[in-house]
């Protein structure tokens, strides 16, 4: 391997060899002498002049002249010429290139799509070979389709299979993800290719690490002219309570796009056409209804609206349930103590609160027809009627329990045991976990002041495995829960008759009964469409215990999960209507599942790339390809001239055997002759 | 090596290094001898001849025998002649301060050392009643105290304040001495003896002459007899200055031989006149050259 020298003239120190030679010979006559009482005996012994320059440790000397050798040649800076590059080294010259290509939805407007592939081909046939490459398709979440790889075949062809996807765009995540590639390479040249529309709803400002150090970013913008488009940013049901029949009124919005004009919105039920209207207004709203829903357990709907550059976000599927009321059995002694609690259920929104009050004892049947059975102030009935009840509560039922005057004690399966009345005249709200559903809606900061309330008498409540998510300022349980088998049993341990306590009067009463309700009923309010990529959680009350459903698709596609009691989890990777049905032939359809593409990639307004170049810590191109000309060049130059640091080391080497044997000579002399002066 | 924490003991005051730390030469040679001597056999006197010490008046009663008639011839007065009781012994100590005397390796020099030596040989033989005399010779006699029974601080005061001369054999004064050597006695000679050892031994010879019991020590450093340098210097001779390149590890073997020929002849020759001699090592204790002396000293009382 031919050598040159960066600094030649340090070669001269190479005349330094002769400075061991020179310090030997000289040696003697520098030092002090050695005062001696008589040189009579000294003088009596043949001098010989050639043994005073003759060299006694030649490893010693060679050790020096080699250390001195060395260091002369590391300041020279030998480095290898250009031509005598090895292969590994020109290895080293190859790129690593990662294409990150937009498949968001929003990719699917105009030829936008067509147009990325297209840059995407060119730059795999720009490459050269020994390049190294890798192809993510990200829209909300980046994945590597191939490589890193330097076969171009293997890319392409994970190119050509790649279609646009209906989720919606995260640069950030995927700029991430290739930035993470780059910074792992080993190659100095580094290059990322974003291809995409640069949509503006897909970058929020987010905080990422800059690229490393002399990657080339290059952008490619696909979006072309601007396009006009429009899609449907919400739609709301209104349960129709006008006719009296299931139904529910819809109501949808456009997103504002200044390009369209007039748009006309058309309403299918079940994928028939039921009835068209423009949209109005300022937020280009359409209203629709009602529409009716029969006995069926859920209704497809779909509102379209079509035109504008991007088709898959013509169509907004949801799905229309019919209005399901929360009935609420409310039990008191007759004496109208539960006026509160009944006035404050009997108002209610969405969902809808039906309340219908008996005076105990309660009767089994009337179990049939309620969600929640409220006991103000009254005992719960033994014998079959209190067997009933308990099924009830084991089926999933909900149970309120109100301790009062009339309630001295619980039944046994309850597993509670109340006290006895405590009186005080300073009692409030103490500890309270807003993190429990019941308190929930109170969870805000300063939302729901139950400090205000005074109590002044309760019963006392203890229990095994007994939730306490209230407690008065003594640390007594003022709002306890026990589950019992799927059901939720709940007890006040004051009256809400406005004698025991003033909570009826405050704000936070009307808020908290409802809430006590929907959360023993377990109410939950489901959004009637998701977007593609979320995971939606269908609860199959209808079937009884472990059942298997079937899952039919947008596309078609059936798959079978086994229910056991749990609410399904659905992931949503398209775009339409998911029947859930039951698993024989002829099953019947248990619910129905919609989802959407993203709302937001509707907007296809793009933002400046050299944002998010900006963003990403990358210069420009131009800069950035000579910064990686100079980066490799001066690295391959830094590799080449590494000798030095080699020669450098060796030098270290040579000085340390010389210590070491210089060491053991003179350790040698040393045994040789007994110490001086010891006595 | 005492261990640290003990008061020190006689023996200690033996080594040089500790002597070395004592100003005091007086104090030095009697703490020497007391300590040497703590444990021995104290010697019984020795002799009964008188010596003259001094004149007194006639008084009734007095034996006229020893009045003084030469003096009554001058003077026409009676006087007494009174002596005092005198050992058998005249030491004169011939103690070399040529400058290769002044040569340490370690922390004592020959020529302290032989300052030591010196001063509890006069100590020791002012207990046993010995008159003492010191010769101090370079390359010829520097300073002559001739021996008496007084002259002990006198002694000591001269091996106390002595300035280290020049160069020089060691027959030459030997030569000055056996002439000036009056009656026959001890002669005692601290050297390192850097001579030929026939001009030593001829000059021992005329010592002997006189009849004087010799005894020598031979003082040498134990630089000089092992010769451990390492690196190749130029050797400076301290009494000349001359210099000499050296390679001490080529050299080192042949040295050490003619240091032991040299040693030996000086045995030898010193033997053949009825010369006791003791080589003494600096670094090693004073007491193996008082035990030389003391058998040298017993000695003489029994053939006297």
Same mark, same amino acid.
């Given at each position: 391997m031919p050598l040159a020298f960066l600094v030649p003239l340090f070669l001269a120190g190479l005349t330094?060899?002769?400075?061991?030679?020179?310090? +030997?010979?000289? +040696? $003697?006559?520098?030092?002090?002498?050695?005062?001696?009482?008589?040189?009579?005996?000294?003088?009596?012994?043949?001098?010989?002049?050639?043994?005073?320059?003759?060299?006694?440790?030649?490893?010693?000397?060679?050790?020096?002249?080699?250390? @001195? !050798?060395?260091?002369?040649?590391?300041?020279? =800076?030998?480095? /290898?010429?250009?031509?005598?590059?090895?292969?590994?080294? !020109?290895?080293?010259?190859? =790129? #690593?290139?990662?294409?990150?290509?937009?498949?968001?939805?929003?990719?699917?407007?105009a030829a936008r799509w067509l147009?990325?592939?297209?840059?995407?081909?060119?730059?795999?046939?720009?490459?050269?070979?020994?390049?190294? @490459?890798?192809?993510?398709?990200?829209?909300?979440?980046?994945? /590597? %389709?191939?490589?890193?790889?330097?076969?171009?075949?293997?890319?392409?062809?994970?190119?050509?299979?790649?279609?646009p996807s209906m989720r919606g765009t995260r640069y950030a995540v995927a700029l991430r993800a290739a930035r993470d590639l780059l910074a792992g390479s080993e190659r100095p040249q580094r290059t990322l290719i974003l291809i995409s529309d640069f949509q503006r709803v897909g970058w929020r400002g987010e905080v990422i690490e800059p690229l490393p150090l002399g990657t080339t970013f290059r952008m490619v913008d696909v979006a072309g002219d601007p396009a006009a488009n429009a899609g449907f940013s919400e739609v709301e049901l209104l349960e129709e309570a006008r006719t009296g029949r299931p139904g529910v009124l819809v109501t949808t919005q456009l997103t504002a796009d200044s390009t369209s004009t007039a748009a006309t919105i058309t309403l299918a039920v079940e994928g028939r056409s039921v009835g068209s209207a423009p949209a109005t207004g300022a937020r280009r709203t359409a209203t629709f209804g009602p529409v009716t829903l029969g006995d069926l357990p859920a209704r497809g709907v779909a509102v379209r609206q079509p035109g504008g550059a991007l088709a898959a976000d013509d169509t907004l599927r949801f799905v229309a349930n019919p209005p399901r009321p929360v009935r609420v059995l409310l039990v008191d002694r007759g004496d109208g103590g539960s006026a509160f609690v009944e006035r404050a259920l009997a108002i209610s929104g969405t969902p809808r609160v039906e309340v219908t009050t008996r005076t105990a004892p309660l009767r089994a049947a009337d179990l049939d027809a309620a969600d929640?059975?409220?006991?103000?102030?009254?005992?719960?009935?033994?014998?079959?009627?209190?067997?009933?009840?308990? $099924?009830?509560?084991? *089926?999933?039922?909900? /149970?309120? /329990?109100?301790?009062?005057?009339?309630?001295?004690?619980?039944?046994?399966?309850?597993?509670?045991?109340?006290?006895?009345?405590? #009186?005080?005249?300073?009692?409030?709200?103490?500890?309270l976990r807003r993190d429990h559903p019941v308190f929930e809606p109170f969870s805000a900061p300063g939302a729901g002041d139950f400090g205000a309330t005074r109590v002044?008498?309760?019963?006392?409540?203890?229990?095994?495995?007994?939730? @306490?998510?209230?407690?008065?300022? *003594?640390?007594?349980?003022?709002?306890?829960?026990?589950?019992?088998?799927?059901?939720?049993?709940?007890?006040?341990?004051a009256s809400l008759d406005n004698a025991w306590s003033d909570l009826p009067l405050q704000p936070v009463f009307l808020p908290l009964v409802h809430q006590l309700a929907l959360y023993a009923a377990r109410h939950v309010e489901r959004p009637s469409n998701y977007v593609v990529g979320q995971v939606a959680t269908v609860g199959l009350d209808q079937l009884a215990g472990n059942e298997a459903v079937v899952i039919v698709g947008p596309s078609g596609q059936r798959t079978r999960r086994e229910v056991s009691g749990q609410p399904l989890a659905l992931q949503l990777d398209e775009a339409g209507?998911?029947?859930?049905? #039951?698993?024989?032939?002829?099953?019947?359809?248990? *619910?129905?599942?919609? !989802?959407?593409?993203?709302?937001?990639?509707?907007?296809?307004?793009?933002?400046?790339?050299?944002?998010?170049?900006?963003? %990403?810590?990358?210069?420009?191109?131009?800069?950035? !390809?000579?910064?990686?000309?100079?980066?490799?060049?001066?690295?391959?130059?830094?590799?080449?001239?590494?000798?030095w640091w080699f020669l450098l080391a060796a030098v270290g080497l040579a000085l340390a055997a010389e210590t070491l044997v210089g060491s053991r000579i003179r350790g040698y002399v040393r045994t040789m002759t007994p110490a001086t002066g010891e006595p | 090596?005492?261990?640290?924490?003990?008061?020190?003991?006689?023996?200690?005051? &033996?080594?040089?290094?500790? &002597?070395?730390?004592?100003?005091?030469?007086?104090?030095?040679?009697?703490?020497?001898?007391?300590?040497? &001597?703590?444990?021995?056999?104290?010697?019984?006197?020795?002799?009964?001849?008188?010596?003259?010490?001094?004149?007194?008046?006639?008084?009734?009663?007095?034996?006229?025998?020893?009045?003084?008639?030469?003096l009554y011839g001058r003077t026409d007065r009676y006087y007494l002649k009174t002596y005092e009781a005198e050992t058998n012994a005249r030491v004169t100590i011939l103690l070399d301060v040529s400058r290769s005397m002044t040569y340490a390796s370690g922390a004592v020099s020959k020529l302290d050392y032989g300052r030591y030596l010196a001063a509890c040989l006069a100590w020791f033989s002012a207990r046993q009643r010995d008159r003492i005399g010191l010769v101090l010779?370079?390359?010829?006699?520097?300073?002559?105290?001739?021996?008496?029974?007084?002259?002990?601080?006198?002694?000591?005061?001269?091996?106390?304040? &002595?300035?280290?001369?020049?160069?020089?054999?060691?027959?030459?004064?030997?030569?000055?001495?056996?002439?000036?050597?009056?009656?026959r006695g001890l002669v005692v000679i601290i050297s390192d003896f850097y001579d030929e050892p026939d001009r030593v031994r001829d000059a021992i010879g005329l010592v002997r002459a006189t009849g004087a019991d010799v005894l020598a020590f031979h003082l040498l450093d134990p630089a000089e007899l092992e010769f451990p340098f390492e690196s190749a210097s130029a050797f400076e001779d301290l009494e000349t200055g001359d210099r000499l390149p050296v390679v001490p590890e080529d050299l080192r073997a042949r040295y050490r031989e003619l240091v032991r020929d040299h040693v030996g002849r000086l045995e030898r020759d010193f033997g053949a006149n009825r010369v006791d001699y003791a080589l003494c090592d600096t670094s090693r204790p004073l007491d193996y050259a008082l035990y030389t002396y003391l058998a040298r000293r017993q000695e003489l009382s029994r053939t006297r």
């Open positions: 330094a060899l002769a400075i061991p030679l020179v310090v +030997h010979l000289r +040696h $003697r006559e520098r030092k002090d002498p050695v005062r001696f009482p008589s040189l009579m005996f000294l003088r009596r012994i043949p001098f010989r002049e050639a043994r005073r320059q003759q060299i006694h440790h030649w490893p010693l000397f060679l050790l020096r002249l080699l250390a @001195v !050798a060395l260091l002369a040649l590391a300041f020279a =800076r030998p480095f /290898v010429p250009e031509g005598g590059a090895t292969a590994a080294g !020109a290895d080293a010259n190859r =790129r #690593e290139v990662v294409i990150l290509l937009d498949r968001s939805a929003s990719m699917g407007a147009d990325a592939r297209d840059s995407a081909r060119a730059v795999l046939a720009g490459l050269q070979p020994g390049d190294r @490459v890798s192809l993510f398709l990200f829209d909300a979440a980046p994945e /590597v %389709a191939a490589g890193p790889t330097t076969d171009r075949a293997l890319v392409a062809a994970a190119l050509e299979t790649a279609t929640v059975v409220f006991f103000h102030d009254a005992s719960l009935p033994g014998g079959a009627s209190g067997d009933r009840l308990r $099924r009830f509560l084991e *089926d999933g039922g909900g /149970v309120v /329990v109100v301790l009062g005057e009339g309630t001295a004690r619980l039944p046994e399966w309850t597993g509670l045991r109340v006290g006895p009345i405590v #009186e005080s005249a300073t009692l409030t709200f103490g500890a002044l008498r309760y019963r006392g409540l203890t229990g095994d495995s007994l939730d @306490v998510p209230a407690r008065y300022s *003594d640390g007594a349980a003022a709002v306890a829960e026990r589950g019992v088998a799927r059901g939720r049993l709940l007890v006040l341990t209507f998911y029947e859930i049905r #039951e698993a024989r032939a002829g099953g019947r359809l248990l *619910d129905l599942v919609a !989802a959407n593409v993203d709302p937001e990639e509707a907007r296809l307004d793009s933002m400046d790339p050299a944002d998010l170049g900006i963003a %990403a810590g990358a210069v420009d191109s131009a800069t950035a !390809a000579a910064s990686v000309a100079e980066l490799a060049s001066s690295t391959e130059q830094e590799r080449r001239q590494g000798v | 090596m005492r261990p640290t924490g003990q008061e020190p003991t006689a023996s200690d005051f &033996l080594d040089p290094a500790v &002597l070395a730390t004592i100003g005091n030469l007086e104090l030095l040679a009697r703490t020497v001898v007391d300590g040497f &001597l703590h444990g021995l056999h104290r010697s019984s006197r020795l002799g009964l001849s008188m010596e003259f010490a001094e004149h007194r008046p006639y008084m009734p009663g007095d034996d006229i025998r020893r009045i003084d008639w030469r010779f370079d390359g010829e006699v520097r300073e002559w105290i001739p021996p008496s029974t007084r002259h002990l601080r006198m002694v000591l005061h001269a091996i106390d304040r &002595l300035v280290p001369g020049g160069g020089g054999g060691v027959a030459g004064p030997l030569t000055q001495v056996a002439e000036r050597l009056g009656r």
